[in-house]
T-cell receptor, first 110, second 115 residues
């Protein structure tokens, strides 16, 4: 079992809709979680981090964390074509290092 | 822009050769982490340095080694290159000692191709 799991996609969402990206993790000792966006051929850029149960909002983005279910999600409201990218979920593991999932490809169709 | 730079951008080597990749962190960032990202995969943690000391290591063989310097620059050295070493190599810098809320900022990466 991978430590951080994501559906590889592609996830296709119409422009203006809500995109929902999900991630599960296996290490119950993980306390902090990160969402990165990566455009093709580019390096990851941080969107949000979350370490408390519940929701955290930043503009069009909302991160959700449920430690009991070991589940993290990212919602993107009013999706734009520029949101088309791979989204990487990462967990700060109890071994003190950041573990990344394989990423979900998101495609926003006009 | 994250303020983290890497060089070179692209590199082609042959099997058995050695390579050195370089990273310049944001000023004041004491921690640098190196990752290997194969095509279609997420970044895999290689190792981390905090104030010039190795602070953790992933599942990579000893032929992957690193250094961090007082001027916020660092190196990743790979000896005896193998075909599977072909990947995007990313460095990421952060302020603190790599703790749970220590956000990492990535450089643009070095694309290494091993022939």
């Amino acid at each position: 079992q991978k430590e951080v799991e994501q559906n590889s996609g592609p996830l296709s969402v119409p422009e203006g809709a809500i995109a929902s990206l999900n991630c599960t993790y296996s290490d119950r000792g993980s306390q902090s979680f990160f969402w990165y966006r990566q455009y093709s051929g580019k390096s990851p850029e941080l969107i949000m981090f979350i370490y408390s149960n519940g929701d955290k909002e930043d503009g069009r983005f909302t991160a959700q964390l449920n430690k009991a279910s070991q589940y993290v999600s990212l919602l993107i409201r009013d999706s734009q074509p520029s949101d088309s990218a791979t989204y990487l979920c990462a967990a700060y593991s109890s071994a003190s290092k950041i573990i990344f999932g394989s990423g979900t490809r998101l495609s926003i169709r006009p | 822009e994250t303020g983290v730079t890497q060089s070179p951008t692209h590199l082609i080597k042959t099997r058995g050769q050695q390579v050195t990749l370089r990273c310049s962190s944001q000023s004041g960032h004491n921690t640098v982490s190196w990752y290997q990202q194969a095509l279609g995969q997420g970044p895999q943690f290689i190792f981390q340095y905090y104030r010039e000391e190795e602070n953790g290591r992933g599942n990579f063989p000893p032929r992957f080694s690193g250094l961090q310097f007082p001027n916020y620059s660092s190196e990743l050295n790979v000896n005896a290159l193998e075909l599977d070493d072909s990947a995007l190599y990313l460095c990421a810098s952060s302020l603190g000692g790599g703790g749970e809320t220590d956000t990492q900022y990535f450089g643009p990466g070095t694309r290494l191709t091993v022939l």
